[in-house]
Structure formats: C-alpha cells, structure tokens
C-alpha cells in the first residue's frame, strides 16, 4: 500500500477551520478513503497533556522558548504515534495546526529566531511534512470574536490584539514563501463557497 495523503489546516481560531474539517473528511469517506483526524497541540494522550499546559492562562509567566518546545514536544508525539503509522497504512490525515503554527505564533507572534523554531522542530517531524495546507484567511478580530462568543479564551487567545496581527501577518509571510504547498482561503464567506474551493484543491492532489 502506497503512503497517504497528509492535509493541515491553518489560521487563527475562529476562522472556520473545524467546520471544513468536518466537511473534508465527510467529502473523502464518501469517495472511500480512510480517514483520520487529529490537532496540534493534542492528538494523542501525552500531547493532550502538554496542550493543557500550554493552553491553561493559569501559566501566563511561561517564557516563548518553554512555549516553543512544548508544542515541539507535543508535535513529536503524535507525529511518532498518530500521523506517520497512519500515512504509513496508506490513509490520509488531516491535522487542525501543525509546524507552520510554530513559525507563525513562536516565531512572527513572540519573535522567535524563525532559524531556532526551525531547529527544534526538526527532529520534532521526523520528516513529516504536509501534502498541502491550507491557510484560512480572516481578520484576527472577526476570528477572535467568534471564537470567544462561542467558547472563552485559552492562554494564547488571551494575548492583545499586536500580537495576533503579528501571527495573522506571519501566516501570510509563510504562505508567500511555500506557494506550492499553501493555499490560502478566504475565508470572509459561506461555508459552502469556502468548502467548494478547498474540495477543488483536494480534488487536485487526489489526480
């Protein structure tokens, strides 16, 4: 059996991202793959465990590098065991965040050398790099907004609005520079004008 397809999905929390995952693995199991579904920080026990570290606000004293390695220590986890064995079957994998939220939230948000994220990270993905990503493209306020309407804010959401534009402008950086790997989807649409765009690109890789 030939790998699989790895698939992540990035942009800051409230820009659509869990509803197209839904609506992507509905779209791949009716045209008979297996799928499966995972997130950063989290997606095994461990990681889930280093997510809520990272994620209480009760840790607002914990330093960007402490940050960084966390996620990279999470990221380890399930890449070692979720998302290799999985693209190893044959399956594909769509992950909610991956590496390329370490250089947008460490590296552009907290100012992180991009070259240091990218050393750690290294052996974090033991290889492990998306078939395609995508890059869901909203104002960090309209997202913000959303999301604290809807469910509160963790640790990072907490932080002010400079830092998330710092994030969001980061994105946009990181996509300019992985054109054949990111694409980027406005997301300041319907949920099925959004889903239409991003099952065409998927459509695309399957071919």
């Known amino acids: 059996m030939g790998r699989g397809l790895f698939i992540t999905v990035e942009g800051t929390d409230g820009s659509g991202k ?94 992180i050398d991009l070259e240091v994220v990218e050393s750690v990270n290294k052996a974090a993905l033991d290889g492990a790099m998306p078939d395609i990503t995508f890059f869901f493209d909203i104002s960090p306020e309209i997202a913000l907004n959303r999301r604290i309407e809807a469910t509160g804010t963790d640790r990072i959401e907490r932080e002010d609005m400079e830092f998330h534009m710092r994030v969001y402008n980061g994105y946009k950086q ?21 889903s239409k765009d991003v099952i065409g690109w998927i459509d695309r890789l399957l071919k």
């Open 174 to 194: 990181i996509a300019l520079l992985n054109p054949e790997r990111i694409r980027v989807i406005d997301s300041n649409r319907t949920v099925e004008e959004i």
């Open 18 to 111: 869990t509803t197209q995952i839904g609506l992507m693995k509905d779209y791949l199991e009716r045209k008979g793959y297996s799928v499966v579904l995972t997130r950063e920080p989290g997606g095994t026990y461990i990681s889930e465990k280093i997510r809520a570290i990272i994620l209480d606000p009760a840790n607002s004293r914990m330093s960007a590098i402490t940050e960084m390695i966390l996620y990279a220590a999470a990221r380890a986890q399930l890449v070692s065991e979720v998302i290799k064995p999985a693209l190893e079957s044959g399956r594909i994998v769509i992950c909610d965040r991956f590496v390329d939220s370490s250089y947008a939230y460490q590296g552009f948000g907290r100012g």
